[in-house]
């Protein structure tokens, strides 16, 4: 099975100020045939169900503000909060795709410094 | 506009059975795989189970093969979970999700349904 470690395990971050979160999995995730990373982003605010960001590593999902992106190909990928607002507290979790099962990230823990 | 409404979490004792339900609407239904992922109190997110669109697929995690069973009816647009011989290592939030077009990754989730299996 594919494990996928995220750094760090808590970030804090000023208002205004960039937030990288970083995602490394044990194999790659691309796909050779359509050289597709099969990797997404979740984020998950207290109370709540996670809601995806961005799938196959780059693609922000509809309704997403733009001051989130997301990079990398193979095993290693990063999320990027180019501004950080309030709103953005959430715990964020990556995920693989690739194989069944798929599987997450430990979490990261993002905060306001 | 999706939803997903779930319903069926509950206390039970340890051995013990429970079948959840997730009512979806605003997308053809039998069109798409859906899931359930779990997060134990205060933990990370792990997949659960999988059906295809059809219900003809299923896929499992191991620490789950044998003692759930997925299963979906597409007549009323209803996913299921039931879950058998429970242990206290299953007491989670179970979230049921839609699957992305042919995909794996989830673009729409249920609000979540809390699971607790103690004596």
């Known amino acids: 099975d594919i494990v996928m470690t995220q750094s760090p395990d808590s970030l804090a971050v000023s208002l205004g100020e960039r937030a990288t979160i970083n995602c490394k999995s044990s194999?790659?995730?691309?796909?050779?045939?359509?050289?597709?990373?099969?990797f997404a982003w979740y984020q998950q605010k207290p109370g709540q169900p996670p809601k995806l960001l961005i799938y196959?590593?780059?693609t922000r999902e509809s309704g997403v503000p733009d001051r989130f992106s997301g990079s990398g190909s193979g095993t290693d990928f990063t999320l990027t909060i180019s501004s950080l607002q309030a709103e953005d507290v959430a715990v964020y979790y990556c995920?693989?795709?690739?194989?069944?099962?798929?599987?997450f990230g430990q979490g990261t823990k993002l905060e306001i410094k | 506009e999706v939803q997903l409404l779930q319903s069926g979490g509950d206390l039970v004792q340890p051995g013990g059975s429970l079948r959840l339900s997730c009512a979806a609407s605003?997308?053809?239904?039998?069109?798409?795989?859906m899931s359930w992922v779990r997060q134990a109190p205060g933990k990370g997110l792990e997949w659960v189970s999988t059906?295809?669109?059809?219900?003809?697929?299923?896929f499992y995690a191991d620490s789950v093969k044998g003692r759930f069973t997925i299963s979906r009816d597409n007549s009323k647009n209803t996913l299921y979970l039931q879950m058998n011989g429970l242990r206290a290592e299953d007491t989670a939030i179970y979230y049921c999700?839609?699957?992305?077009?042919?995909?794996?990754?989830?673009?729409?989730w249920g609000q979540g349904t809390l699971v607790t299996v103690s004596s």
């Open positions: 059906i295809s669109g059809s219900g003809g697929k299923t």
């Open positions: 196959w590593a780059s």
């Open positions: 194999q790659s995730v691309l796909y050779s045939s359509n050289n597709e990373n099969y």
């Open positions: 999700a839609k699957n992305s077009s042919g995909h794996s990754y989830f673009d729409y």
């Open positions: 995920q693989q795709y690739y194989t069944t099962p798929c599987s």
């Open positions: 605003g997308f053809t239904f039998n069109n798409y795989a």
